[in-house]
């Protein structure tokens, strides 16, 4: 039950994620929000209430929400800015 509440809400890309080769897995075309916020809608079903701890979205999530931490933070530094600066001078670019 939990396993197709799962893959009843989720799209091509995400299904390629699951289920796809490994080895041929690039890139997800989408933002990791966008991920994240597939997964958090998802809604699992159960027949008994004695099985939501079966449930692996909670630790899904736990483990996303640690990665758009990662992913918000300001990945350019000073030093990359100021050698697309320089680029840009470079290349003549208006600013």
Do not use: W
Not at 8 to 31: A, C, H, N, Q, T
Not at 59 to 66: A, V
């Amino acid at each position: 039950m939990t396993l197709g509440s799962i893959v009843s809400r989720l799209g091509p890309p995400e299904l390629e994620i699951v289920f796809g080769p490994k080895e041929e897995f690039l890139s997800y075309p989408l933002s990791i929000k966008h991920l994240v916020t597939v997964i958090a809608e998802i809604e699992v079903v159960y027949i008994v209430d004695q099985h939501e701890s079966c449930n692996p979205l909670p630790k899904l999530l736990e483990g996303y929400q640690e990665l758009l931490k990662l992913v918000s933070v300001d990945l350019l530094t000073p030093g990359h800015i100021a050698h697309l600066k320089g680029q840009r001078e470079k290349l003549g670019i208006p600013t």
